[in-house]
C-alpha cells in the first residue's frame, strides 16, 4: 500500500540533500513536490494544500541542529503532520450499553458484510466479548448466507428472520434475543446501495433512531480513492456516524483516501482491512501509518503481530531444544505455522524499515511456504525428528514425493541449518533479541 506516494515522497526529500539549512527558498522547491506527491495519491486537494502550509509553517520555525540534515528535518516535519493529519492517536471503539450496538454502514460492495464478520472476530478475540451478528440486508439474498458462512468460521452466531422484510424490526428483535442469550455486542449489518439514494439514507437512519447504537461505522472501499471521501461525507451530512472503515487497503498503491478522510469528515478511522480472512483487521495507528508511508516501517505492528500467535510455554520448550541442538523440522514447521498466522507475507515484510521498497515488484504468494510445507511432509517422522540422518538417497525420495527436485530439498536443508545455527546463538544469549520479542517472565 502507498508504495507511489512512498516514492514520490522520498524524491521530494532529496532536493534537500546537500543543503546546510532550510530555507523559504530551497524548501518551497521540496513543498512543491510533495503537494504535487499527495494530489497524484488522490488527496483532496484542499487538503493537500492546508497539509503543505502547515510543514511549511513547522520547517521554516525550526532551528536544525548541526548533527541533524536538512532533510531528515524535513521528513521528520512531514511524519508528525502526516500523522496529525490521520487523526494523531488511534481512537478505539466504545462498546457501551448492555448489550452494545454497533451499527455498519455502507455502499453495496465496500465490504462491509466481511467487516461485520472481521469485528465479531476482533471483538470476541481481542475484547473477550460475547457477540452477536444480524443479518439486516433483506435485499440481497447472498448477503445472509455470506454472514452466516462467516459467523460459522469465527464460531459467532448470526440472527435471521426469514420472511421479515423490515430491517428496523429485525435490528430490535436481535437486540431482544441478545438480551434473552446473555449477548452483550450487537454488530447489525445493513444493506448497501450502488449509489448514496434517499430511500437508502431513510432507512439507515430509521434503524440507528430504533437502535441507538452505541457505535455507528461507515465502511468505505479505499480503492475508490476522493469518492471514497466524498461518499463518507454525504452519508456523515445524514447519518453523523462516529468513525471510518477502509477496507481493500492492500489493493490501493495510493492512499488518498486514508489520508484525506478525517480531514474532510471530522471523523476517527478507527480500523483497516485486507483480504478475506477473518484476522485480516487492524487498528488504524494514524503515527504507524505515517512511518509506513514514508517507508519507515512499522516494527511495533509486526511486534503486537508476533506477540498475539506467542506461547510461553512452547517458547520455553523450543529454547531448551535450541540449546541442546535438538530443534528438528517439526519446530520448523510449527514456526511456520505460527508465521503464516500472523497474516499476508508481504504486509509483514513491508512492516520492517527499509522492506517495503525492496519488495516494491516482488510478488510474495500467500502460500509461499506451500513447497516447504510438501517437502517437510515428504519426510518419515524419524527424518523430521532428526534431520542429520537425511541423507542423498533419502533427499532423492523425499523430492519424488513432495514433486519438487533434489535441489529444492538441499536449499530447503541449508535454509534450516542456517535457521537453527541462528536460532541456537540467539537462545543461547549471545544475541539479545529484541524488546517485545522476548518471552514475557
Known amino acids: 500500500m502507498f508504495e507511489n506516494l512512498t516514492d514520490k515522497l522520498e524524491r521530494s526529500f532529496r532536493i534537500l540533500k546537500g543543503e546546510g539549512r532550510i530555507t523559504e527558498i530551497n524548501v518551497a522547491e521540496t513543498l512543491k513536490e510533495i503537494r504535487r506527491a499527495l494530489i497524484d495519491a488522490d488527496v483532496n486537494y484542499k ?38 493529519l490521520m487523526g494523531g492517536t488511534a481512537t478505539d471503539i466504545r462498546l457501551e450499553g448492555n448489550p452494545a450496538v454497533i451499527l455498519i454502514a455502507g455502499l453495496q460492495g465496500s465490504g462491509k458484510t466481511t467487516f461485520s464478520g472481521k469485528l465479531a472476530a476482533h471483538i470476541k478475540s481481542k475484547r473477550g466479548r460475547q457477540v452477536l451478528l444480524v443479518a439486516g440486508d433483506v435485499y440481497r439474498p447472498a448477503a445472509i448466507d455470506q454472514l452466516q458462512v462467516l459467523g460459522s468460521q469465527i464460531g459467532v452466531e448470526v440472527y435471521t428472520e426469514p420472511g421479515n422484510t423490515d430491517p428496523v424490526n429485525i435490528a430490535e428483535n436481535a437486540i431482544k434475543y441478545a438480551r434473552q442469550k446473555s449477548y452483550n455486542v450487537v454488530i447489525v449489518d445493513t444493506a448497501g446501495r450502488l449509489a448514496v439514494d434517499e430511500s437508502m439514507m431513510r432507512e439507515i437512519t430509521a434503524i440507528k433512531a430504533a437502535v441507538k447504537p452505541s457505535e455507528t461505522l461507515f465502511v468505505v472501499d479505499s480503492m475508490t480513492g476522493q469518492d471514497a471521501v466524498n461518499t463518507a461525507k454525504e452519508f456523515n451530512d445524514r447519518l453523523d456516524f462516529d468513525g471510518v472503515v477502509l ?54 505492528s509486526l511486534v503486537e503481530r508476533a506477540q498475539e500467535q506467542f506461547d510461553e510455554e512452547e517458547a520455553r520448550k523450543l529454547k531448551k531444544k535450541l540449546i541442546k541442538n535438538q530443534f528438528n523440522f517439526n519446530d520448523f514447521r510449527d514456526q511456520i505455522a505460527q508465521i503464516k498466522k500472523m497474516g499476508n507475507l508481504k504486509d509483514l515484510a513491508s512492516m520492517i524499515p527499509g522492506m517495503g521498497k525492496a519488495l516494491k515488484n516482488v510478488d510474495i504468494p500467500d502460500d509461499a511456504f506451500k513447497q516447504t510445507e510438501a517437502i517437510i511432509d515428504s519426510m518419515t517422522p524419524a527424518e523430521r525428528e532428526n534431520p542429520d540422518i537425511i541423507n542423498a538417497r533419502r533427499r532423492e525420495r523425499i523430492a519424488k514425493g513432495s514433486g519438487t527436485t533434489v535441489q529444492d530439498v538441499n536449499r530447503l536443508m541449508k535454509q534450516f541449518d542456517d535457521t537453527r545455527k541462528m536460532m541456537k546463538t540467539v537462545a543461547g544469549g549471545k544475541l539479545k533479541m529484541p524488546m517485545g520479542m522476548r518471552p514475557r517472565r
Open 47 to 84: 487538503v493537500a494544500k492546508s497539509f503543505t502550509d502547515e510543514v511549511k509553517q513547522k520547517a521554516l520555525g525550526q532551528d536544525v541542529l548541526r548533527s541533524v540534515k536538512p532533510g531528515q528535518m524535513m521528513t521528520k516535519i512531514v511524519r508528525d503532520e502526516l500523522a496529525a
Open 247 to 300: 477496507t481493500k487497503l492492500d489493493g490501493d498503491t495510493r492512499g488518498g483516501a486514508a489520508i484525506s478522510i478525517r480531514s474532510v469528515v471530522d471523523k476517527p478511522l478507527k480500523f483497516i482491512s485486507s483480504g478475506e480472512k477473518m484476522d485480516a483487521l487492524q487498528v488504524f495507528h494514524p503515527e504507524r501509518m505515517a512511518d509506513r508511508i514514508l517507508g519507515m516501517g512499522d516494527v511495533i
